[in-house]
């Protein structure tokens, strides 16, 4: 019998992204929370604590990826920013509420700097 998700055994994969989640990184994420989902064992973790901004193309990302991954999807530490996109999104209610763990964080300011992992 295999691990369940409350034993807290499963495999954990985090996928950090730092900076802006937009139309110029979201095929980039999503190809780096497919390859962190190949396991079917294995929760993934993407860590928002460090995007300062998603636009569409992003949310599109991380959408398609809880459609995919459901409960084995879990979004750490958005700020408060994307947070609020997240909750004011209707495509949200139309695949499902996101797990989201950790408290929000305040956004980055600063360069646009480019996702990094």
């Not at 294995?42 to 998603?54: A, C, K, M, Q, Y």
Request: hydrophobic share 45%; proline share 8%; aromatic share 2%.
């Amino acid at each position: 019998m295999g691990p369940t998700p409350d034993d807290g055994s499963r495999e954990v994969s985090v996928v950090r992204v730092v900076g802006e989640l937009d139309l110029a990184s979201a095929s980039w994420v999503r190809d780096r929370i497919a390859r962190a989902a190949r396991n079917p064992a294995r929760e993934v973790v993407v860590d928002l604590s460090g995007v300062s901004f998603v636009d569409c193309a992003g949310l599109g990302a991380l959408l398609s990826a809880q459609a995919q991954l459901g409960t084995r999807l879990s979004l750490r530490a958005p700020s408060v920013a994307v947070l609020k996109l997240l909750e004011l999104t209707t495509l949200r209610a139309a695949v499902g509420p996101l797990h989201v763990v950790g408290s929000p964080v305040g956004s980055a300011a600063g360069p646009r700097p480019r996702p990094v992992w």
